[in-house]
T-cell receptor, first 115, second 112 residues
Framework: DTGVSQDPRHKITKRGQNVTFRCDPI?????LYWYRQTLGQGPEFLTY????????KSRLLSDRFSAERPKGSFSTLEIQRTEQGDSAMYLC?????????????FGPGTRLLVL | DQQVKQNSPSLSVQEGRISILNCDYTNSMFDYFLWYKKYPAEGPTFLISISSIKDKNEDGRFTVFLNKSAKHLSLHIVPSQPGDSAVYFCAASAPGNEKLTFGTGTRLTIIP
């Protein structure tokens, strides 16, 4: 088991460009989460999937953000028309629904810098 | 509205001594609490958790204590080691609400 992986690890883009991040969860985990972390803060919840269904979205997830998990395995997070305020670490986590104490395990994150 | 608070941004402890990190919460619906450790440029690593039906959980050098009446939990690390230097986040979740709510973190520095 290789853990949660994220790609790319770093992304620098210009304001107004679109970016897409990928997350591969732990293989037997059916829940997948996206969080965002800015400097000096803890991670903040963005959205989560159970299998391929997106079950909850935070108010932080504006119309420019979209997430998918088409086959219930990997997930993508796309940000359209990036703004400087989107600069942050984007974290993916996964967990196994139905375990007694469901623990989320995080990937290494994708650090986004919008110039 | 900060539902999970870590009021100490930083803590320095001598190697071999006990490190105590504190966390307070305001949402009485929280029933599951976790501690994560984070190194720079990496994702949070799960350390230890506790359910609200317990008041203590121990795993090796790490012990988490939960005081539900005070809405307070703490992480004890003993003995502290240089590799423990990192930022520690407290997180909580409520039944039927799968998202984690995190505190702002405490930077622990272990002094050799």
């Amino acid at each position: 088991d290789t853990g949660v992986s994220q790609d790319p690890r770093h992304k620098i883009t210009k304001r107004g460009q679109n970016v897409t991040f990928r997350c591969d969860p732990i293989s037997e985990h059916n829940r997948l989460y996206w969080y965002r972390q800015t400097l000096g803060q803890g991670p903040e919840f963005l959205t989560y999937f159970q299998n391929e269904a997106q079950l909850e979205k935070s108010r932080l997830l504006s119309d420019r953000f979209s997430a998918e998990r088409p086959k219930g395995s990997f997930s993508t997070l796309e940000i359209q028309r990036t703004e400087q305020g989107d600069s942050a670490m984007y974290l993916c986590a996964s967990s196994k629904f139905g375990t007694v104490q469901e623990t989320q395990y995080f990937g290494p994150g994708t650090r986004l810098l919008v110039l | 509205d900060q539902q999970v608070k870590q009021n100490s941004p930083s803590l320095s402890v001598q190697e071999g001594r006990i490190s105590i990190l504190n966390c307070d919460y305001t949402n009485s619906m929280f029933d599951y609490f976790l501690w994560y450790k984070k190194y720079p440029a990496e994702g949070p690593t799960f350390l230890i958790s506790i359910s609200s039906i317990k008041d203590k959980n121990e795993d090796g050098r790490f012990t988490v204590f939960l005081n539900k009446s005070a809405k307070h939990l703490s992480l004890h690390i003993v003995p502290s080691q240089p590799g423990d230097s990192a930022v520690y986040f407290c997180a909580a979740s409520a039944p039927g609400n799968e998202k984690l709510t995190f505190g702002t973190g405490t930077r622990l520095t272990i002094i050799p």
